[in-house]
């Protein structure tokens, strides 16, 4: 059982944002290579990279990169995160050691096999479980049932993401014990990082860790 759990901010677009974050206790930072709203470039991370103090993880999420791409962000410094259609092989031929494996997790469907599998093809991998959104790779927003991951959760390292925010994430931590949590829209109003809402999640983080 972990007695800390790991906090990742993702949407990390510039340094004052990921300064703000590891001021408050977060662990690592996501900056998006991927399509998306806050997506970044190579050169943005590795302003980020150099800037941010040590012990603080920088990841870049992905979503089936080009190698040059994936092994650039590497370079750099920072962990794969990635959220695309990438085999495990390609995985381990781009990552070479650490790296995150998303899986979108469909509420409409029956998923516990679906996970099962996904596990076991990942062995080396962190998982990180999501909600399934049509056309969306992540940053949902949206919650999904945290029960259906709860057998992979007990024997693997697991980040839950999706729909977390300050008032839902002590649930999640108390209920499953994740090896991590992640949020991006959950700590932000108007489309920009909220430095309250960024501490309340780290808070009630902590607060149920302790409750542990």
Same mark, same amino acid.
């Given at each position: 059982?972990?007695?800390?759990?790991?906090? $990742?901010?993702?949407?990390?677009?510039?340094?004052?944002?990921?300064?703000?974050?590891?001021?408050?206790?977060?662990?690592?930072?996501?900056?998006?290579?991927?399509?998306?709203?806050?997506?970044? =470039?190579?050169?943005?991370?590795?302003?980020?990279?150099?800037?941010?103090?040590?012990?603080?993880?920088?990841?870049?999420?992905?979503?089936?990169? =080009? *190698?040059?791409?994936?092994?650039?962000?590497?370079?750099?410094?920072?962990?794969?995160?990635?959220?695309?259609?990438? =085999?495990?092989?390609?995985?381990?031929?781009?990552?070479?050691?650490?790296?995150? $494996?998303?899986?979108?997790?469909?509420? $409409?469907?029956?998923?516990?096999?679906?996970?099962?599998? *996904?596990?076991?093809?990942?062995?080396?991998?962190?998982?990180?479980?999501?909600?399934?959104?049509?056309?969306?790779?992540?940053?949902?927003?949206?919650?999904?049932?945290?029960?259906?991951?709860?057998?992979?959760?007990?024997?693997?390292?697991?980040?839950?993401?999706?729909?977390?925010?300050?008032?839902?994430?002590?649930?999640?931590?108390?209920?499953?014990?994740?090896?991590?949590?992640?949020?991006? =829209?959950?700590?932000?109003?108007?489309?920009? $990082?909220?430095?309250?809402?960024?501490?309340? *999640?780290?808070?009630?983080?902590?607060?149920?860790?302790?409750?542990?």
């Amino acid at each position: 059982m972990n007695v800390r759990t790991r906090v $990742k901010i993702c949407g990390i677009t510039a340094f004052d944002e990921a300064l703000l974050a590891i001021d408050a206790g977060v662990d690592a930072l996501g900056m998006i290579l991927a399509d998306s709203p806050r997506r970044v =470039s190579i050169e943005r991370v590795r302003e980020i990279v150099r800037a941010i103090p040590a012990f603080a993880t920088p990841v870049a999420v992905l979503a089936d990169p =080009s *190698f040059a791409q994936a092994k650039e962000a590497i370079r750099i410094g920072c962990v794969p995160q990635f959220c695309g259609d990438e =085999s495990p092989a390609e995985c381990e031929r781009i990552a070479e050691s650490a790296y995150v $494996k998303a899986y979108r997790v469909d509420m $409409k469907n029956t998923e516990g096999d679906a996970i099962a599998r *996904f596990a076991d093809r990942y062995p080396r991998a962190t998982l990180l479980f999501d909600s399934y959104v049509a056309g969306l790779r992540g940053g949902t927003g949206i919650a999904f049932d945290w029960d259906i991951v709860r057998a992979v959760t007990a024997r693997r390292r697991v980040i839950v993401s999706g729909g977390l925010t300050p008032e839902n994430v002590g649930e999640c931590v108390r209920r499953l014990r994740p090896y991590a949590v992640d949020v991006r =829209s959950g700590v932000e109003t108007n489309g920009q $990082k909220d430095p309250e809402r960024i501490a309340a *999640f780290v808070r009630a983080v902590r607060e149920a860790d302790a409750q542990a």
